[in-house]
């Protein structure tokens, strides 16, 4: 448990970040599924439209430094792939 005035203002603070991180996190996910699931319906605009409102989200979470750019890169291609596919 911290002991100093500095110590427990770290902890309040590293709290108040991980639960809005959390929060952030789970936006994004929840974003993401929406696209899954309406690539997996079949449909080709819902899913297209689901991705083009994912993708500002995925990318504005790894400019805020939560997730790696890279990992976005990753989501939003492989996304995009699965896109490709249900369109041809």
Do not use: C, F, W
Not at 27 to 40: E, L, P, Q, S
């Amino acid at each position: 448990m911290a002991n100093s005035a500095q110590a427990k203002k770290r902890a309040r603070q590293s709290e108040r970040r991980r639960q809005h991180n959390a929060s952030l996190r789970s936006k994004m996910r929840t974003y993401i599924k929406n696209v899954v699931k309406a690539i997996a319906t079949g449909d080709a605009e819902k899913a297209r439209a689901a991705y083009q409102a994912a993708v500002p989200v995925i990318d504005n979470m790894a400019g805020k430094g939560l997730i790696h750019k890279n990992k976005a890169a990753r989501h939003k291609s492989r996304l995009n792939q699965h896109l490709r596919k249900l369109s041809a």
